[in-house]
């Protein structure tokens, strides 16, 4: 890749695209009286996704991103639990009748800081009130630092077949200026502990980007990881943002790397990882050769969504708890961040639904253009059009950032049909970007009434 043409889009702050439209741009016209509303008219048996928000962890990795409260006392855990337990049933009440359940994920923060036994709880309420299909898969994310014997076992118990661990970087150097000490031996004991459990799908977490990291680091962290032998790998680059998280500002700006070293880091785990075995999986996941996500990439079947790169087509995402963020077929929907506003909100028997998005159908053309950029690195966009009722010509044309990328080299478009080029394929944001009509000054699209 030039250095040029890296400059020019590779250092650019643009989304991550597991919605579209993305979170900033969820509106508080869509409320709780419309997310109620939205539930019962879900259609009956409707696929639905489970996704719920466990905002606690013991200790604060100066690099996190996510919604999270540090605690030591387990009673605001407790209390939490309590409101999640309450939405869950405000849900199931508000359906139709139980939903068909494919898929369940726990979030976090640590889903399992949660008590073995309040854990196992909480899935038997879920099957209780849901229809938890056949082959519905649970998936929970882990801190090996934390999870112990009972645990472990209280996963296998509830049903829990995928695990994602946190790893980021091996290099105890890293480790100290994110305040995150992680010994290789400790996540080689916890994903042992959880094969001997029966959670034999196991994904990791690895982070370029962070303070004090070199190439050097960032390979053997990446030959570590790869020598456990985890089903997937999720590779993201460390996102600075102390002005909105604020716990970032303990981390040293200046031992962070610059673009340029961000992106030979980046190029560096993706071929330890390919030479390991792993099949590259969109822009930065990789995965085994028979993993559900390689077959899916290979049929042209694979999705995305907020958990990154996903086997999971469900067209509904019930969100539980503070922050989280769900999807029906009318448009997206976001609970109260703060806990304390969540809590106030299921207590009086409100969903706590802050803000959201209704979807039109230039939204559902753009989005299906993104998708398609994000985990193929092509697009049809012709067949789209056609699909969405849209014209190609208002698509394509007067783009003006389609045009430069296509002007540099970065994408190639034939006959309607979009394709990345091989060697900008950490570029694919860009492309995805030149379709997002909140970025770009490109022309409203002609076709189908919102």
Request: glycine share 8%; hydrophobic share 45%; charged share 25%.
């Given at each position: 890749m030039q250095p040029t043409i890296l400059q020019k889009y590779g250092e650019a702050r643009l989304p991550r695209y597991t919605s579209y439209p993305t979170a900033p741009h969820f509106s508080p016209s869509i409320d709780a009286g419309v997310y109620a509303g939205w539930l019962s008219n879900l259609p009956v048996n409707e696929p639905t996704s489970l996704y719920l928000h466990i905002p606690f962890c013991r200790a604060m990795c100066w690099y996190c991103g996510c919604h999270t409260t540090i605690t030591?006392?387990?009673?605001?855990?407790?209390?939490?639990?309590?409101?999640?337990?309450?939405e869950i049933r405000m849900v199931a009440a508000k359906t139709a009748q139980p939903?068909?359940?494919?898929?369940?994920?726990?979030?976090?923060?640590?889903?399992?800081?949660?008590?073995p036994a309040d854990f196992i709880a909480l899935v038997d309420l879920m099957r209780e009130?849901?229809?938890?299909?056949?082959?519905?898969?649970?998936?929970?994310?882990?801190?090996?630092?934390?999870?112990?014997?009972?645990?472990?076992?209280?996963?296998?118990?509830?049903?829990?077949?995928?695990?994602?661990?946190?790893?980021?970087?091996?290099?105890?150097?890293?480790?100290?200026?994110v305040n995150r000490i992680q010994s290789e031996e400790q996540t080689f004991?916890?994903?042992?502990?959880?094969?001997?459990?029966?959670?034999?799908?196991?994904?990791?977490?690895?982070?370029?980007g962070l303070p004090h990291q070199t190439i050097r680091s960032c390979v053997e962290t990446a030959q570590v990881a790869a020598a456990m032998r985890p089903d997937r790998l999720a590779v993201f680059g460390y996102a600075h943002i102390p002005s909105f998280k604020k716990h970032q500002r303990m981390i040293d700006e200046a031992a962070l790397p610059d673009g340029v070293a961000r992106s030979e880091q980046a190029l560096a785990i993706t071929d330890t990882l390919v030479a390991a075995g792993y099949r590259q999986i969109g822009l930065d996941h990789f995965?085994?050769?028979?993993?559900?996500?390689?077959?899916?990439?290979?049929?042209?079947?694979?999705?995305?969504?907020?958990q990154g790169y996903t086997t999971d087509d469900c067209q509904t995402l019930i969100g539980f708890g503070a922050s989280a963020i769900g999807r029906t077929a009318h448009g997206y929907v976001q609970n109260e961040v703060p806990l304390g506003r969540y809590a106030e909100q299921i207590d009086t028997g409100c969903f706590a639904t802050t803000k959201g998005y209704l979807l039109t159908a230039e939204d559902r053309l753009r989005a299906?253009?993104?998708?398609?950029?994000m985990c193929d690195l092509q697009?049809?966009?012709?067949?789209?059009?056609?699909?969405?009722?849209?014209?190609?010509?208002?698509?394509?044309?007067?783009?003006?950032?389609?045009?430069?990328?296509?002007?540099?080299?970065?994408?190639?478009?034939?006959?309607?049909?979009?394709?990345?080029?091989?060697?900008?394929?950490f570029l694919v944001r860009a492309a995805a970007a030149a379709f997002d009509a909140y970025l770009t000054t490109s022309p409203r699209a002609h076709g189908k009434a919102a």
């Open positions: 030591a006392r387990d009673q605001p855990i407790v209390d939490y639990l309590g409101m999640l337990r309450k939903l068909s359940v494919e898929k369940v994920h726990f979030g976090g923060g640590t889903p399992t800081i949660v008590e009130r849901f229809d938890f299909t056949p082959t519905a898969e649970l998936a929970v994310e882990i801190d090996p630092r934390t999870l112990t014997i009972e645990m472990a076992g209280a996963l296998a118990g509830a049903g829990i077949g995928r695990a994602s661990l946190g790893v980021q970087s091996f290099d105890p150097v890293v480790q100290k200026a004991e916890t994903v042992t502990l959880l094969r001997e459990y029966g959670v034999t799908r196991i994904n990791f977490d690895l982070i370029y995965a085994l050769p028979d993993d559900d996500l390689t077959l899916a990439q290979a049929t042209g079947k694979l999705r995305r969504n907020f299906d253009i993104i998708e398609r950029l697009a049809d966009v012709a067949a789209i059009c056609v699909r969405r009722g849209f014209d190609l010509e208002t698509v394509l044309n007067a783009n003006d950032q389609l045009e430069a990328l296509e002007r540099d080299g970065v994408l190639e478009i034939a006959d309607g049909v979009i394709r990345l080029c091989g060697k900008h394929r």
